[in-house]
T-cell receptor, first 116, second 113 residues
Framework: QKEVEQNSGPLSVPEGAIASLNCTYSDRVSQSFFWYRQYSGKSPELIMS????GDKEDGRFTAQLNKASQYVSLLIRDSQPSDSATYLCAVNHRPMNSGGYQKVTFGTGTKLQVIP | ETGVTQTPRHLVMGMTNKKSLKCEQHLGHNAMYWYKQSAKKPLELMFV???????ENNSVPSRFSPECPNSSHLFLHLHTLQPEDSALYLC????????????FGPGTRLTVL
């Protein structure tokens, strides 16, 4: 059973602080990792993808990947009330460039609350 | 229309009804997915179609029947559902390229009475 584990939260941070979201996964051969944001009543939207060990930055968001520890994290700098949402960690079990499609397992998500 | 669209957005049906969910993608993608999202549970992959061929079926009960007539359209036919099938059903699409990104539709909120 391929699993993706996240703390369900809620994680509460004050506005302007750094929010740190964590995720572990069980399938060692996974190569593609994603963070989706889901507002209440809405569908998930991709905010970050990461494929290699280390950090990847995009604006206020930084994804971190450590394949040896099977660990992915998302840092949100200067958190805003509009960042309040559930953040889903997702892992693609099919090799990159294998052609055609993904086979993705999602975590249950971490609910983030940014307090003004 | 742009992106991934789904209809209807809300559906209430009895256990003996037959209904269909529709998904359409306007992104030129060639893989489409059905997911189920229940309260307190992770998104569950149900079916995957790649180039109009079903390539994944994650042990989904036969009361859910997918159909992919072309690369832009995906259906989920529903019959004799159970109350525990009430959930948000999400459609997504992706491209064969290396971006590996799935784009989700807005979902259909299904209630089975």
């Amino acid at each position: 059973q391929k699993e993706v584990e996240q703390n369900s939260g809620p994680l509460s941070v004050p506005e302007g602080a750094i929010a740190s979201l964590n995720c572990t996964y069980s399938d060692r051969v996974s190569q593609s990792f994603f963070w989706y944001r889901q507002y209440s009543g809405k569908s998930p939207e991709l905010i970050m993808s990461i494929y290699s060990n280390g950090d990847k930055e995009d604006g206020r968001f930084t994804a971190q990947l450590n394949k040896a520890s099977q660990y992915v994290s998302l840092l949100i700098r200067d958190s805003q009330p509009s960042d309040s949402a559930t953040y889903l960690c997702a892992v693609n079990h099919r090799p990159m460039n294998s052609g055609g499609y993904q086979k993705v397992t999602f975590g249950t998500g971490t609910k983030l609350q940014v307090i003004p | 229309e742009t992106g991934v669209t789904q209809t209807p957005r809300h559906l209430v049906m009895g256990m003996t009804n037959k209904k269909s969910l529709k998904c359409e993608q306007h992104l030129g993608h060639n893989a489409m997915y059905w997911y189920k999202q229940s309260a307190k549970k992770p998104l569950e992959l149900m079916f995957v179609y790649s180039l109009e061929e079903r390539v994944e079926n994650n042990s989904v009960p036969s009361r859910f029947s997918p159909e992919c007539p072309n690369s832009s359209h995906l259906f989920l036919h529903l019959h004799t559902l159970q109350p525990e099938d009430s959930a948000l059903y999400l459609c997504a699409s992706s491209d064969r390229g290396s971006t590996d990104t799935q784009y989700f539709g807005p979902g259909t909120r299904l209630t089975v009475l």
